[in-house]
Nanobody, 123 residues
Framework: QVQLVESGGGLVQAGGSLRLSCTAS????????MGWFRQAPGREREFVAR????????DYASSVRGRFTISRDNAKDTLYLQMNSLKSEDTAVYYC????????????????WGQGTQVTVSS
């Protein structure tokens, strides 16, 4: 499995921006479909965005489409999530995940997970 470490979370005011990073190690990063998920307090973890191995396809949850952008740099073994126009409802722990096969919106497709990074949006 690949090891994943997220960074870039923090406290931001509503309407602000943050960029999350996820650095991979241990296996060839470009072999994996990558995804971002999040879990708010008292709620189940939910899909945010995913990106294909070659960055050709990006897919977003309706709640973040148009505000968030997922990208990857295979040369740097790094996944990104640019978050703009943040809302209080975006407050959650954000996780990056890697899928060897499949890589749909379903959590079960992903076999490696980071430890998460907290994003808090104040209104």
């Amino acid at each position: 499995q690949v090891q994943l470490v997220e960074s870039g979370g923090g406290l931001v005011q509503a309407g602000g921006s943050l960029r999350l990073s996820c650095t991979a190690s241990g296996r060839t990063f470009s072999r994996y479909v990558m995804g971002w998920f999040r879990q708010a307090p008292g709620r189940e973890r939910e899909f945010v965005a995913r990106i294909s191995k070659d960055s050709g396809i990006a897919d977003y949850a309706s709640s973040v489409r148009g505000r968030f952008t997922i990208s990857r740099d295979n040369a740097k073994d790094t996944l990104y999530l640019q978050m703009n126009s943040l809302k209080s409802e975006d407050t959650a722990v954000y996780y990056c995940a890697a899928a060897t096969y499949g890589g749909t919106r379903k959590e079960n497709d992903y076999d490696s997970w980071g430890q998460g990074t907290q994003v808090t949006v104040s209104s």
